[in-house]
Nanobody, 120 residues
Framework: QVQLTESGGGLVQPGGSLRLSCVAS?????????MGWYRQAPGKHRELVAV???????NYLDSVKGRFTISRNYAKNTVSLDMNSLQPDDTAVYYC?????????????WGQGTQVTVSS
C-alpha cells in the first residue's frame, strides 16, 4: 500500500506564504494517477484545494486560484503546494491525496495531515 507523508505546515501571519510537500512511498509496483491536496477546517467538511492528474493540468478551488500553485515531481513521487497571500480562512488541516493503481486494484491513499494556521 502506498503511504503519503506530508511536511511543511505551521503558523503564518496573514499575507504570508507556506510550502507543503508530500512524498509517496511503498506500494510495490503502483501507478500514481491524480495527486492533490484537500483541507478540513474545524466544523467543516473536507474540501478539494488543488489536484493535478498524471501528465495533466491542475485544478483549483476557486478561492485559492491565483494564490496557490500545485506541482508534481514524477521522478521523486512528490506533490507540493505553494501557498501565497494566506488568509485566516485558509486555516485548516491539509491532507495529501493520491489515486493509486496497482496490480490488483485501484484505491485512494491519504496522508496523516498537516496543520496550517493563519493568524496574527
Amino acid at each position: 500500500q502506498v503511504q503519503l507523508t506530508e511536511s511543511g505546515g505551521g503558523l503564518v501571519q496573514p499575507g504570508g506564504s507556506l510550502r507543503l510537500s508530500c512524498v509517496a512511498s511503498g506500494g510495490g509496483i503502483s501507478s500514481l494517477n491524480t495527486m492533490g491536496w484537500y483541507r478540513q477546517a474545524p466544523g467543516k467538511h473536507r474540501e478539494l484545494v488543488a489536484v493535478i492528474p498524471f501528465g495533466g493540468s491542475p485544478n483549483y478551488l476557486d478561492s485559492v486560484k491565483g494564490r496557490f500553485t500545485i506541482s508534481r515531481n514524477y521522478a521523486k513521487n512528490t506533490v507540493s503546494l505553494d501557498m501565497n497571500s494566506l488568509q485566516p480562512d485558509d486555516t485548516a488541516v491539509y491532507y495529501c491525496n493520491a489515486e493509486v493503481s496497482d496490480q490488483h486494484r485501484d484505491y485512494v491513499a491519504w496522508g496523516q495531515g498537516t496543520q496550517v494556521t493563519v493568524s496574527s
